[in-house]
């Protein structure tokens, strides 16, 4: 049981190596866009693009977070993503697509760099290191993806609550609290994790009085509702709660 648990955090660790080492910091970015791309400041609660806008160019946030929602025929919202500082968006528009399938707006204040489609297509070819980034950057999202269908195929609505906290709060193995920003409803929560806000509501309840998080209003999580994913533990079996 040791080996597996040591397994799993090696796995962490190296799925975490793997991400810093793909990442397109600002900073390269900046370099490498300087006079192709545009900034762009977007106010809290305002459209990157809308669902249907002709998709014409690539996102990439240097600061800030977007969010990515759709709405069905019958005006039925869902979430998609969430993006943050190293995150690209919108590449649709490099594989063909014409219109966006989604909705893009700011949670947060955010710096957004666009790059229009034709110039990032020169990009792509014209500067190999960069291409390479680009790609492992893609591959690692669609990795991400992969983990989140698994997620809901297989584990229970308590542990995808759990990881979803863990990946709101950009946690790490450092111990501290991290508050989730900009705060996140419970509605929210529960779309995402594919349940009803009512089982969010008890989880919610649940962790805070195991002190895995601190929740009034806002939500920071604490290092100990790591052991629910890397651990494989499950609350009914550490406290007898039930998870159905």
Do not use: W
Request: charged share 25%.
């Amino acid at each position: 049981m040791k080996g597996v648990t040591e397994d799993k955090k090696r796995t962490a660790s190296r799925k975490s190596r793997t991400k810093e080492a793909v990442a397109l910091s600002p900073r390269v970015v900046m370099a490498t866009t300087n006079g192709i791309g545009s900034g762009l400041k977007v106010s809290i609660h305002e459209a990157v693009f809308t669902q249907g806008d002709p998709a014409e160019a690539i996102f990439y946030v240097r600061t800030g977070k977007v969010q990515l929602t759709v709405v069905s025929d019958q005006g039925k919202e869902a979430f998609i993503a969430l993006f943050g500082p190293g995150d690209f968006f919108g590449e649709g528009c490099l594989a063909g697509q014409t219109v966006r399938l989604a909705t893009a707006v700011a949670t947060t204040p955010s710096n957004i760099v666009r790059i229009d489609r034709a110039s990032m297509v020169r990009l792509l070819h014209e500067n190999e290191d960069f291409s390479e980034k680009f790609m492992a950057f893609l591959v690692t999202r669609n990795i991400q993806v992969e983990a989140d269908l698994v997620d809901q195929l297989f584990n229970s609505s308590e542990k995808r609550l759990a990881r979803l906290l863990l990946v709101l709060a950009n946690f790490n193995n450092d111990g501290e609290l991290r508050p989730i920003v900009p705060k996140i409803s419970q509605e929210l929560l529960a779309e995402r994790v594919g349940t009803t806000r009512s089982r969010v509501n008890q989880f919610m309840n649940k962790f805070r009085k195991l002190g895995l998080i601190e929740y009034n209003g806002s939500i920071k999580v604490h290092t100990a509702l790591l052991n629910i994913i890397v651990h494989d533990q499950s609350l009914t079996d550490v406290r007898g709660l039930d998870q159905k």
